[in-house]
């Protein structure tokens, strides 16, 4: 019969410990980075709004 392979068993533990860590920081970061992303995407959504109306007012 085979021996359980401990050192292998306690790796796996410890790189889904980091796995979750990881998520929980991406999560808590989350809403911060979503926060300001949306004033960003809303300025280039009215700077080409503006330029049409530019190219309108040229014509």
Request: net charge positive; aromatic share 4%; glycine share 6%.
């Amino acid at each position: 019969m085979a021996k359980p392979n401990y050192g292998f068993e306690k790796r796996q533990r410890e790189l889904e410990k980091k796995r979750k860590k990881a998520e929980k920081a991406m999560k808590k970061s989350g809403p911060q980075d979503q926060d300001s992303d949306q004033p960003q995407s809303d300025a280039p959504a009215v700077a080409p709004a503006e330029s049409s109306s530019q190219d309108g007012a040229k014509a």
